[in-house]
């Protein structure tokens, strides 16, 4: 089942985006973290809950630690946006390593391996997309 948009929630979200953004980059001063990129926010009606995915270069174990850095941080970052917001419920954070750009790559490498594969069967088949193909001539439309 696919989870309803609502506009009020969706403005909320991109506002948490946006203070958390800044709130990452100056309050905790981990330089580890600076390179975190947050991908889509989803947050819940009541404005209870709040999930967050973010991004991260790195090997997958360095991407572990820094979610769970992120989500040892949770309670500060959700009181600075107590601070920041006027909002009457600050919703609990939670972190969480989006894989679908690890994923979309993963795929892509895959179509382009299929490509290169199905272009190594056909050698024969080396003729320029781009140009137009002339219809084959019939002769009994000549008449």
């Given at each position: 089942?696919a989870?309803?948009?609502?506009?009020?929630?969706?403005?909320i979200?991109?506002?948490?985006r946006?203070?958390?953004?800044?709130?990452?980059?100056d309050?905790?001063?981990?330089?580890?973290?600076a390179?975190?990129?947050?991908?889509?926010?989803e947050?819940s009606?009541d404005?209870a809950?709040?999930?967050?995915?973010?991004?991260?270069?790195?090997?997958?174990?360095?991407r572990?630690?820094?979610?769970?850095?992120?989500?040892r941080?949770?309670?500060?970052?959700?009181?600075?946006?107590?601070?920041?917001?006027?909002?009457?419920t600050?919703p609990?954070l939670?972190?969480?390593?989006?894989?679908v750009?690890e994923?979309g790559?993963?795929?892509?490498?895959?179509i382009?391996?299929?490509?290169?594969?199905?272009?190594s069967r056909?050698p024969?088949?080396?003729r320029?997309?781009?140009?137009?193909?002339a219809?084959?001539?019939n002769p009994?439309?000549?008449?």
């Open positions: 089942m989870i309803k948009t609502i506009p009020r929630t969706r403005r979200g991109e506002q948490l946006r203070e958390l953004a800044e709130l990452i980059r309050e905790l001063g981990d330089p580890r973290l390179l975190v990129s947050m991908t889509s926010i947050v009606r404005l809950y709040a999930r967050i995915y973010v991004t991260l270069l790195g090997d997958p174990r360095e572990t630690e820094r979610v769970a850095e992120l989500n941080a949770a309670p500060l970052l959700r009181r600075e946006l107590g601070r920041r917001l006027h909002l009457r600050i609990k939670e972190f969480r390593y989006d894989e750009v994923h790559a993963h795929l892509s490498a895959l382009d391996a299929a490509i290169a594969a199905d272009a056909h024969d088949d080396s320029d997309d781009n140009l137009p193909v219809p084959p001539s009994e439309s000549r008449m």
